[in-house]
């Protein structure tokens, strides 16, 4: 496990297979395959859903811009919701914070391991390098 | 010809019209895009919404499958790690349990 300090504070996560719970791994799976399909950010409405959307109106493919425009809905409801999937992904490989380790890992428990993590004084960008080399990680082993 | 052969057709045909664009200064916008709508022709984006939800797929996958494995252990599978999880798995099939 790697402790990560900041200020006063200390996280623990998950950095190794021998020792990440398999459930938190299927979770950081899921948030993960929904980052790569829905995305997680208003900016992806129009790079990732729009895009498409318009190739595939262009190309008569009916079902399938259907189905592009559901996807779209649902990244839309996420993103009123405060939902964003990239960040929900990072912090299920959080084991403690301060010492306490994390018990709740449904997607309220994330939400608040997110805002704590938040509140602790991480910006977007750190997080996004920190998740980026787990992602890494966790693909090559 | 396999689906891959073709795929891997066009995509030569297409990195060639785009580098001879380049390297020969000449026009093959029509020859880009004819190999550009085969490849949207292959885009089928998942669907992550109602019952056949790609979400709730994967979730029930493992439930499924965590269900299976209790049965061949004493211990909560949801909390080994992802190491022993896996090892449970290709230990159950090389007994051929699974």
């Known amino acids: 496990m790697e402790t990560i300090k900041k200020g006063q504070h200390t996280i623990t996560v998950y950095d190794d297979p021998e020792c990440l719970p398999v459930d938190n791994y299927y979770r950081f799976n899921k948030y993960l395959l929904l980052d790569s399909s829905l995305g997680s950010s208003l900016e992806e409405f129009s790079t990732k859903h729009l895009n498409s959307l318009y190739v595939l109106i262009q190309n008569d493919k009916k079902q399938e811009a259907i189905t592009q425009v559901n996807n779209l809905r649902q990244l839309f409801f996420q993103t009123i919701n405060e939902v964003n999937v990239s960040q929900l992904a990072f912090t299920c490989l959080v084991h403690s914070i301060d010492g306490r380790k994390v018990e709740d890992y449904s997607e309220s428990g994330l939400k608040a391991i997110r805002d704590e993590i938040g509140k602790i004084g991480f910006t977007q960008d750190e997080l996004k390098k920190k998740q980026l080399k787990y992602r890494l990680t966790s693909s090559l082993k | 010809m396999s689906d891959e052969k073709i795929y891997q057709a066009h995509l030569k045909k297409y990195c060639n019209a785009i580098l001879g664009e380049i390297i020969d200064d000449v026009d093959r916008s029509e020859e880009i895009q004819r190999h550009e709508r085969y490849f949207v022709s ?15 797929k994967v979730e029930r996958d493992f439930e ?11 211990r909560e599978v949801k909390k080994l790690t992802v190491k022993e999880f896996y090892a449970l798995i290709s230990h159950l099939k090389e007994k051929k349990t699974l």
Do not use: A, C
């Open chain 2, 42 to 56: 292959l885009l089928k984006p998942k669907d992550f919404t109602g019952q056949q939800s790609v979400e709730l």
């Open chain 2, 64 to 74: 499924r499958l965590s269900i299976i494995l209790e049965k061949h252990t004493t």
